[in-house]
């Protein structure tokens, strides 16, 4: 962002903007992207790694999203905080670290998995760096997220659970 354009000594312009052409964007949903509650619990049954996005201590249990209002992460998730993955919340670490974390994590850098937090905000922190950085496109990400899971009849919850990288 500008904040990190102008800490780098990039260029800055002052005075009037320039009026941009008028352009058509036209969205297209890409489905392949996003997982629903239905396709977790088809994940879980298949192995497919569950990445949780969100700070170690609602991963684990110790506090509660008020928004959630359940402890804990989706059963046999791992732990990658989107706070470690972009530690000064601007900068996403390099290629490197991140192989590194995932390896503590015992998570191949290619192959299917899911990102998911609260609300699905930081879910899409962990959705990119997983796929833009780690260049895995095999990465969905769980839009409805944990605020949707404790709302599935039957979705159990695991608290206490320790496969994170901090």
């Not at 609260?118 to 895995?136: D, E, P, Y």
Request: proline share 9%; glycine share 12%; aromatic share 6%.
């Amino acid at each position: 962002g500008q904040a990190g354009w102008v800490a780098a000594g990039q260029p800055v312009e002052t005075g009037p903007g320039r009026t941009p052409e008028p352009v058509t964007f036209t969205a297209r949903f890409r489905p392949e992207l996003v997982a629903s509650a239905a396709d977790v619990r088809a994940a879980q049954e298949a192995g497919v790694p569950l990445v949780d996005a969100r700070p170690k201590d609602q991963y684990t249990g110790k506090t509660t999203p008020p928004n959630v209002g359940v402890a804990g992460t989706i059963p046999g998730a791992v732990s990658l905080p989107h706070d470690v993955v972009v530690p000064d919340g601007a900068h996403p670490v390099g290629r490197t670290e991140l192989d590194r974390l995932l390896a503590k994590l015992n998570l191949e850098g290619q192959g299917e998995q899911i990102a998911f937090c609260n609300t699905g905000h930081w879910a899409s922190v962990g959705w990119f760096v997983l796929n833009k950085l780690g260049q895995n496109p095999d990465v969905r990400m769980y839009d409805g997220s944990m605020y949707e899971w404790a709302k599935v009849e039957g979705a159990p919850t695991e608290v206490g659970a320790e496969r994170t990288v901090n």
